[in-house]
């Protein structure tokens, strides 16, 4: 049985979209208006500003889920129900989600340098292009979890992208901290066969319209990468979530929340991120973890493994990866001296 079945909760999706499509609305409106350079400082800011904000909510949600337990007949009807444990369980998976997503979402963060990179766009634009690219892969989320909520029901389905994730997390990990490139990308190449493509960047836009012809802009290029890339790296980090809980709505709100935050995060670790050379194995360890949870861990205790316990390891595994780089980096450093 659902907790929050989408017959019942739809307003509560509606209302959530509205708010985020409202933030979005003044992010980029308000206070991203004119187009500029995202410094360490700013984007610091931001990350905070969006954590605290999915913290709020989850307290806010947790209070929410306490009344709604207590008064819903589904629940009050069921000898032994504590209202207040389920509640603080599903605030617990709401964290948990929300801290593999944006641990996950690391490794977004080092394929949004490389493309940028690639096709040279400037600081100042960045931010505008990770703007669209943030708000596609929000509406491919909700794709992904829609037809994540139906399919996970089935045993053989969980077995499947539990595979997937321990063969994905297997492959992370002895890829080590090799450097990525775009050079010979099969995307790439079929992007710049598909589009007419102008090679320069002439301001903020997307399309050009010269000698009566439409051309895209390399800023145009990096969004599609951009879109095309989020989708892959879904594939592994929805099941990874739905192996923490199997409430959609928990697992839409979590996502969104840390997909939001994605673009003050890039800019915030894009002048430090060859000091976390150990974050791959660390991330590569929490998918292992996950896929073995839906494979093996799950059935072994009863059916769930213990949502504090997930959250621990989890947390250890992202902390010690970069304790270990912090670490390693300075012995190199001072070895160098």
Do not use: C
């Amino acid at each position: 049985m659902l907790l929050f079945p989408l017959a019942e909760y739809w307003w509560f999706y509606a209302a959530f979209t509205g708010f985020v499509l409202l933030i979005l609305a003044l992010d980029l409106g308000v206070f991203h208006k004119e187009a500029h350079e995202v410094g360490f400082k700013e984007a610091s800011i931001w990350t905070a500003a969006w954590i605290s904000l999915a913290l709020i909510f989850n307290v806010l949600f947790y209070f929410y889920m306490r009344h709604s337990f207590a008064t819903d007949e589904r629940f009050t009807s069921i000898p032994g129900f504590d209202p207040i444990l389920q509640a603080k369980t599903s605030a617990l998976e709401f964290t948990t989600g929300f801290v593999i997503e944006k641990s996950l979402a690391i490794d977004n963060v080092f394929v949004f340098a490389v493309v940028f990179a690639y096709f040279g766009i400037p600081k100042i634009y960045q931010h505008r292009v990770l703007f669209w690219g943030i708000l596609g892969a929000l509406v491919f989320r909700a794709i992904f979890i829609a037809m994540g909520s139906v399919l996970m029901q089935y045993h053989a389905v969980i077995i499947f992208f539990g595979a997937l994730l321990i063969l994905t997390g297997v492959k992370m990990f002895f890829a080590g901290t090799k450097p990525q490139t775009l050079e010979n990308n099969f995307l790439v190449r079929q992007l710049e066969k598909v589009f007419r493509v102008h090679p320069k960047i002439e301001g903020p836009a997307f399309f050009l319209k010269k000698d009566g012809l439409v051309y895209v802009t390399p800023l145009f290029l990096a969004l599609v990468f951009l879109e095309l890339s989020d989708i892959i790296f879904a594939i592994d980090s929805v099941p990874a979530i739905f192996a923490l809980t199997k409430e959609p709505l928990i697992v839409f709100t979590s996502n969104i929340f840390a997909i939001m935050g994605l673009r003050s995060m890039y800019f915030m670790l894009a002048g430090v991120m060859d000091e976390f050379g150990f974050i791959k194995y660390g991330l590569a360890s929490v998918l292992i973890f996950v896929g073995l949870k839906m494979v093996w861990l799950n059935n072994l205790f009863g059916g769930k493994f213990p949502i504090g316990w997930s959250l621990a390891i989890i947390a250890t595994l992202i902390g010690s990866s970069i304790l270990a780089s912090i670490v390693i980096d300075r012995r190199k450093t001072k070895s160098a001296d």
